[in-house]
């Protein structure tokens, strides 16, 4: 459910000022399936704003390539 008003906030907040993690290693994260989780929650964005969402975003603010 907080992904849906995740991908509703977008237009709000912008996918540069928004990040996804599948919380790995806690028991709540969605690894190994992360992949899968994220075509089905966020597949109809565009790969662009899909891809700041789970990764150009945090590795940004973390100063990682």
Request: glycine residues 4%.
């Given at each position: 459910m907080?992904?849906?008003?995740?991908?509703?906030?977008l237009?709000r907040?912008?996918?540069?000022?928004?990040?996804?993690?599948?919380?790995?290693?806690?028991t709540?994260?969605?690894y190994?399936?992360?992949?899968?989780?994220?075509?089905k929650?966020?597949?109809s964005?565009?790969?662009?704003?899909?891809?700041?969402?789970?990764h150009?975003?945090?590795?940004r603010?973390?100063g990682?390539?």
């Amino acid at each position: 459910m907080a992904d849906l008003i995740f991908v509703d906030s977008l237009p709000r907040c912008g996918p540069e000022n928004i990040v996804w993690s599948s919380d790995y290693p806690h028991t709540a994260a969605t690894y190994p399936c992360s992949q899968e989780i994220v075509a089905k929650r966020f597949g109809s964005l565009p790969d662009e704003q899909r891809r700041k969402i789970v990764h150009d975003t945090a590795a940004r603010v973390h100063g990682l390539d």
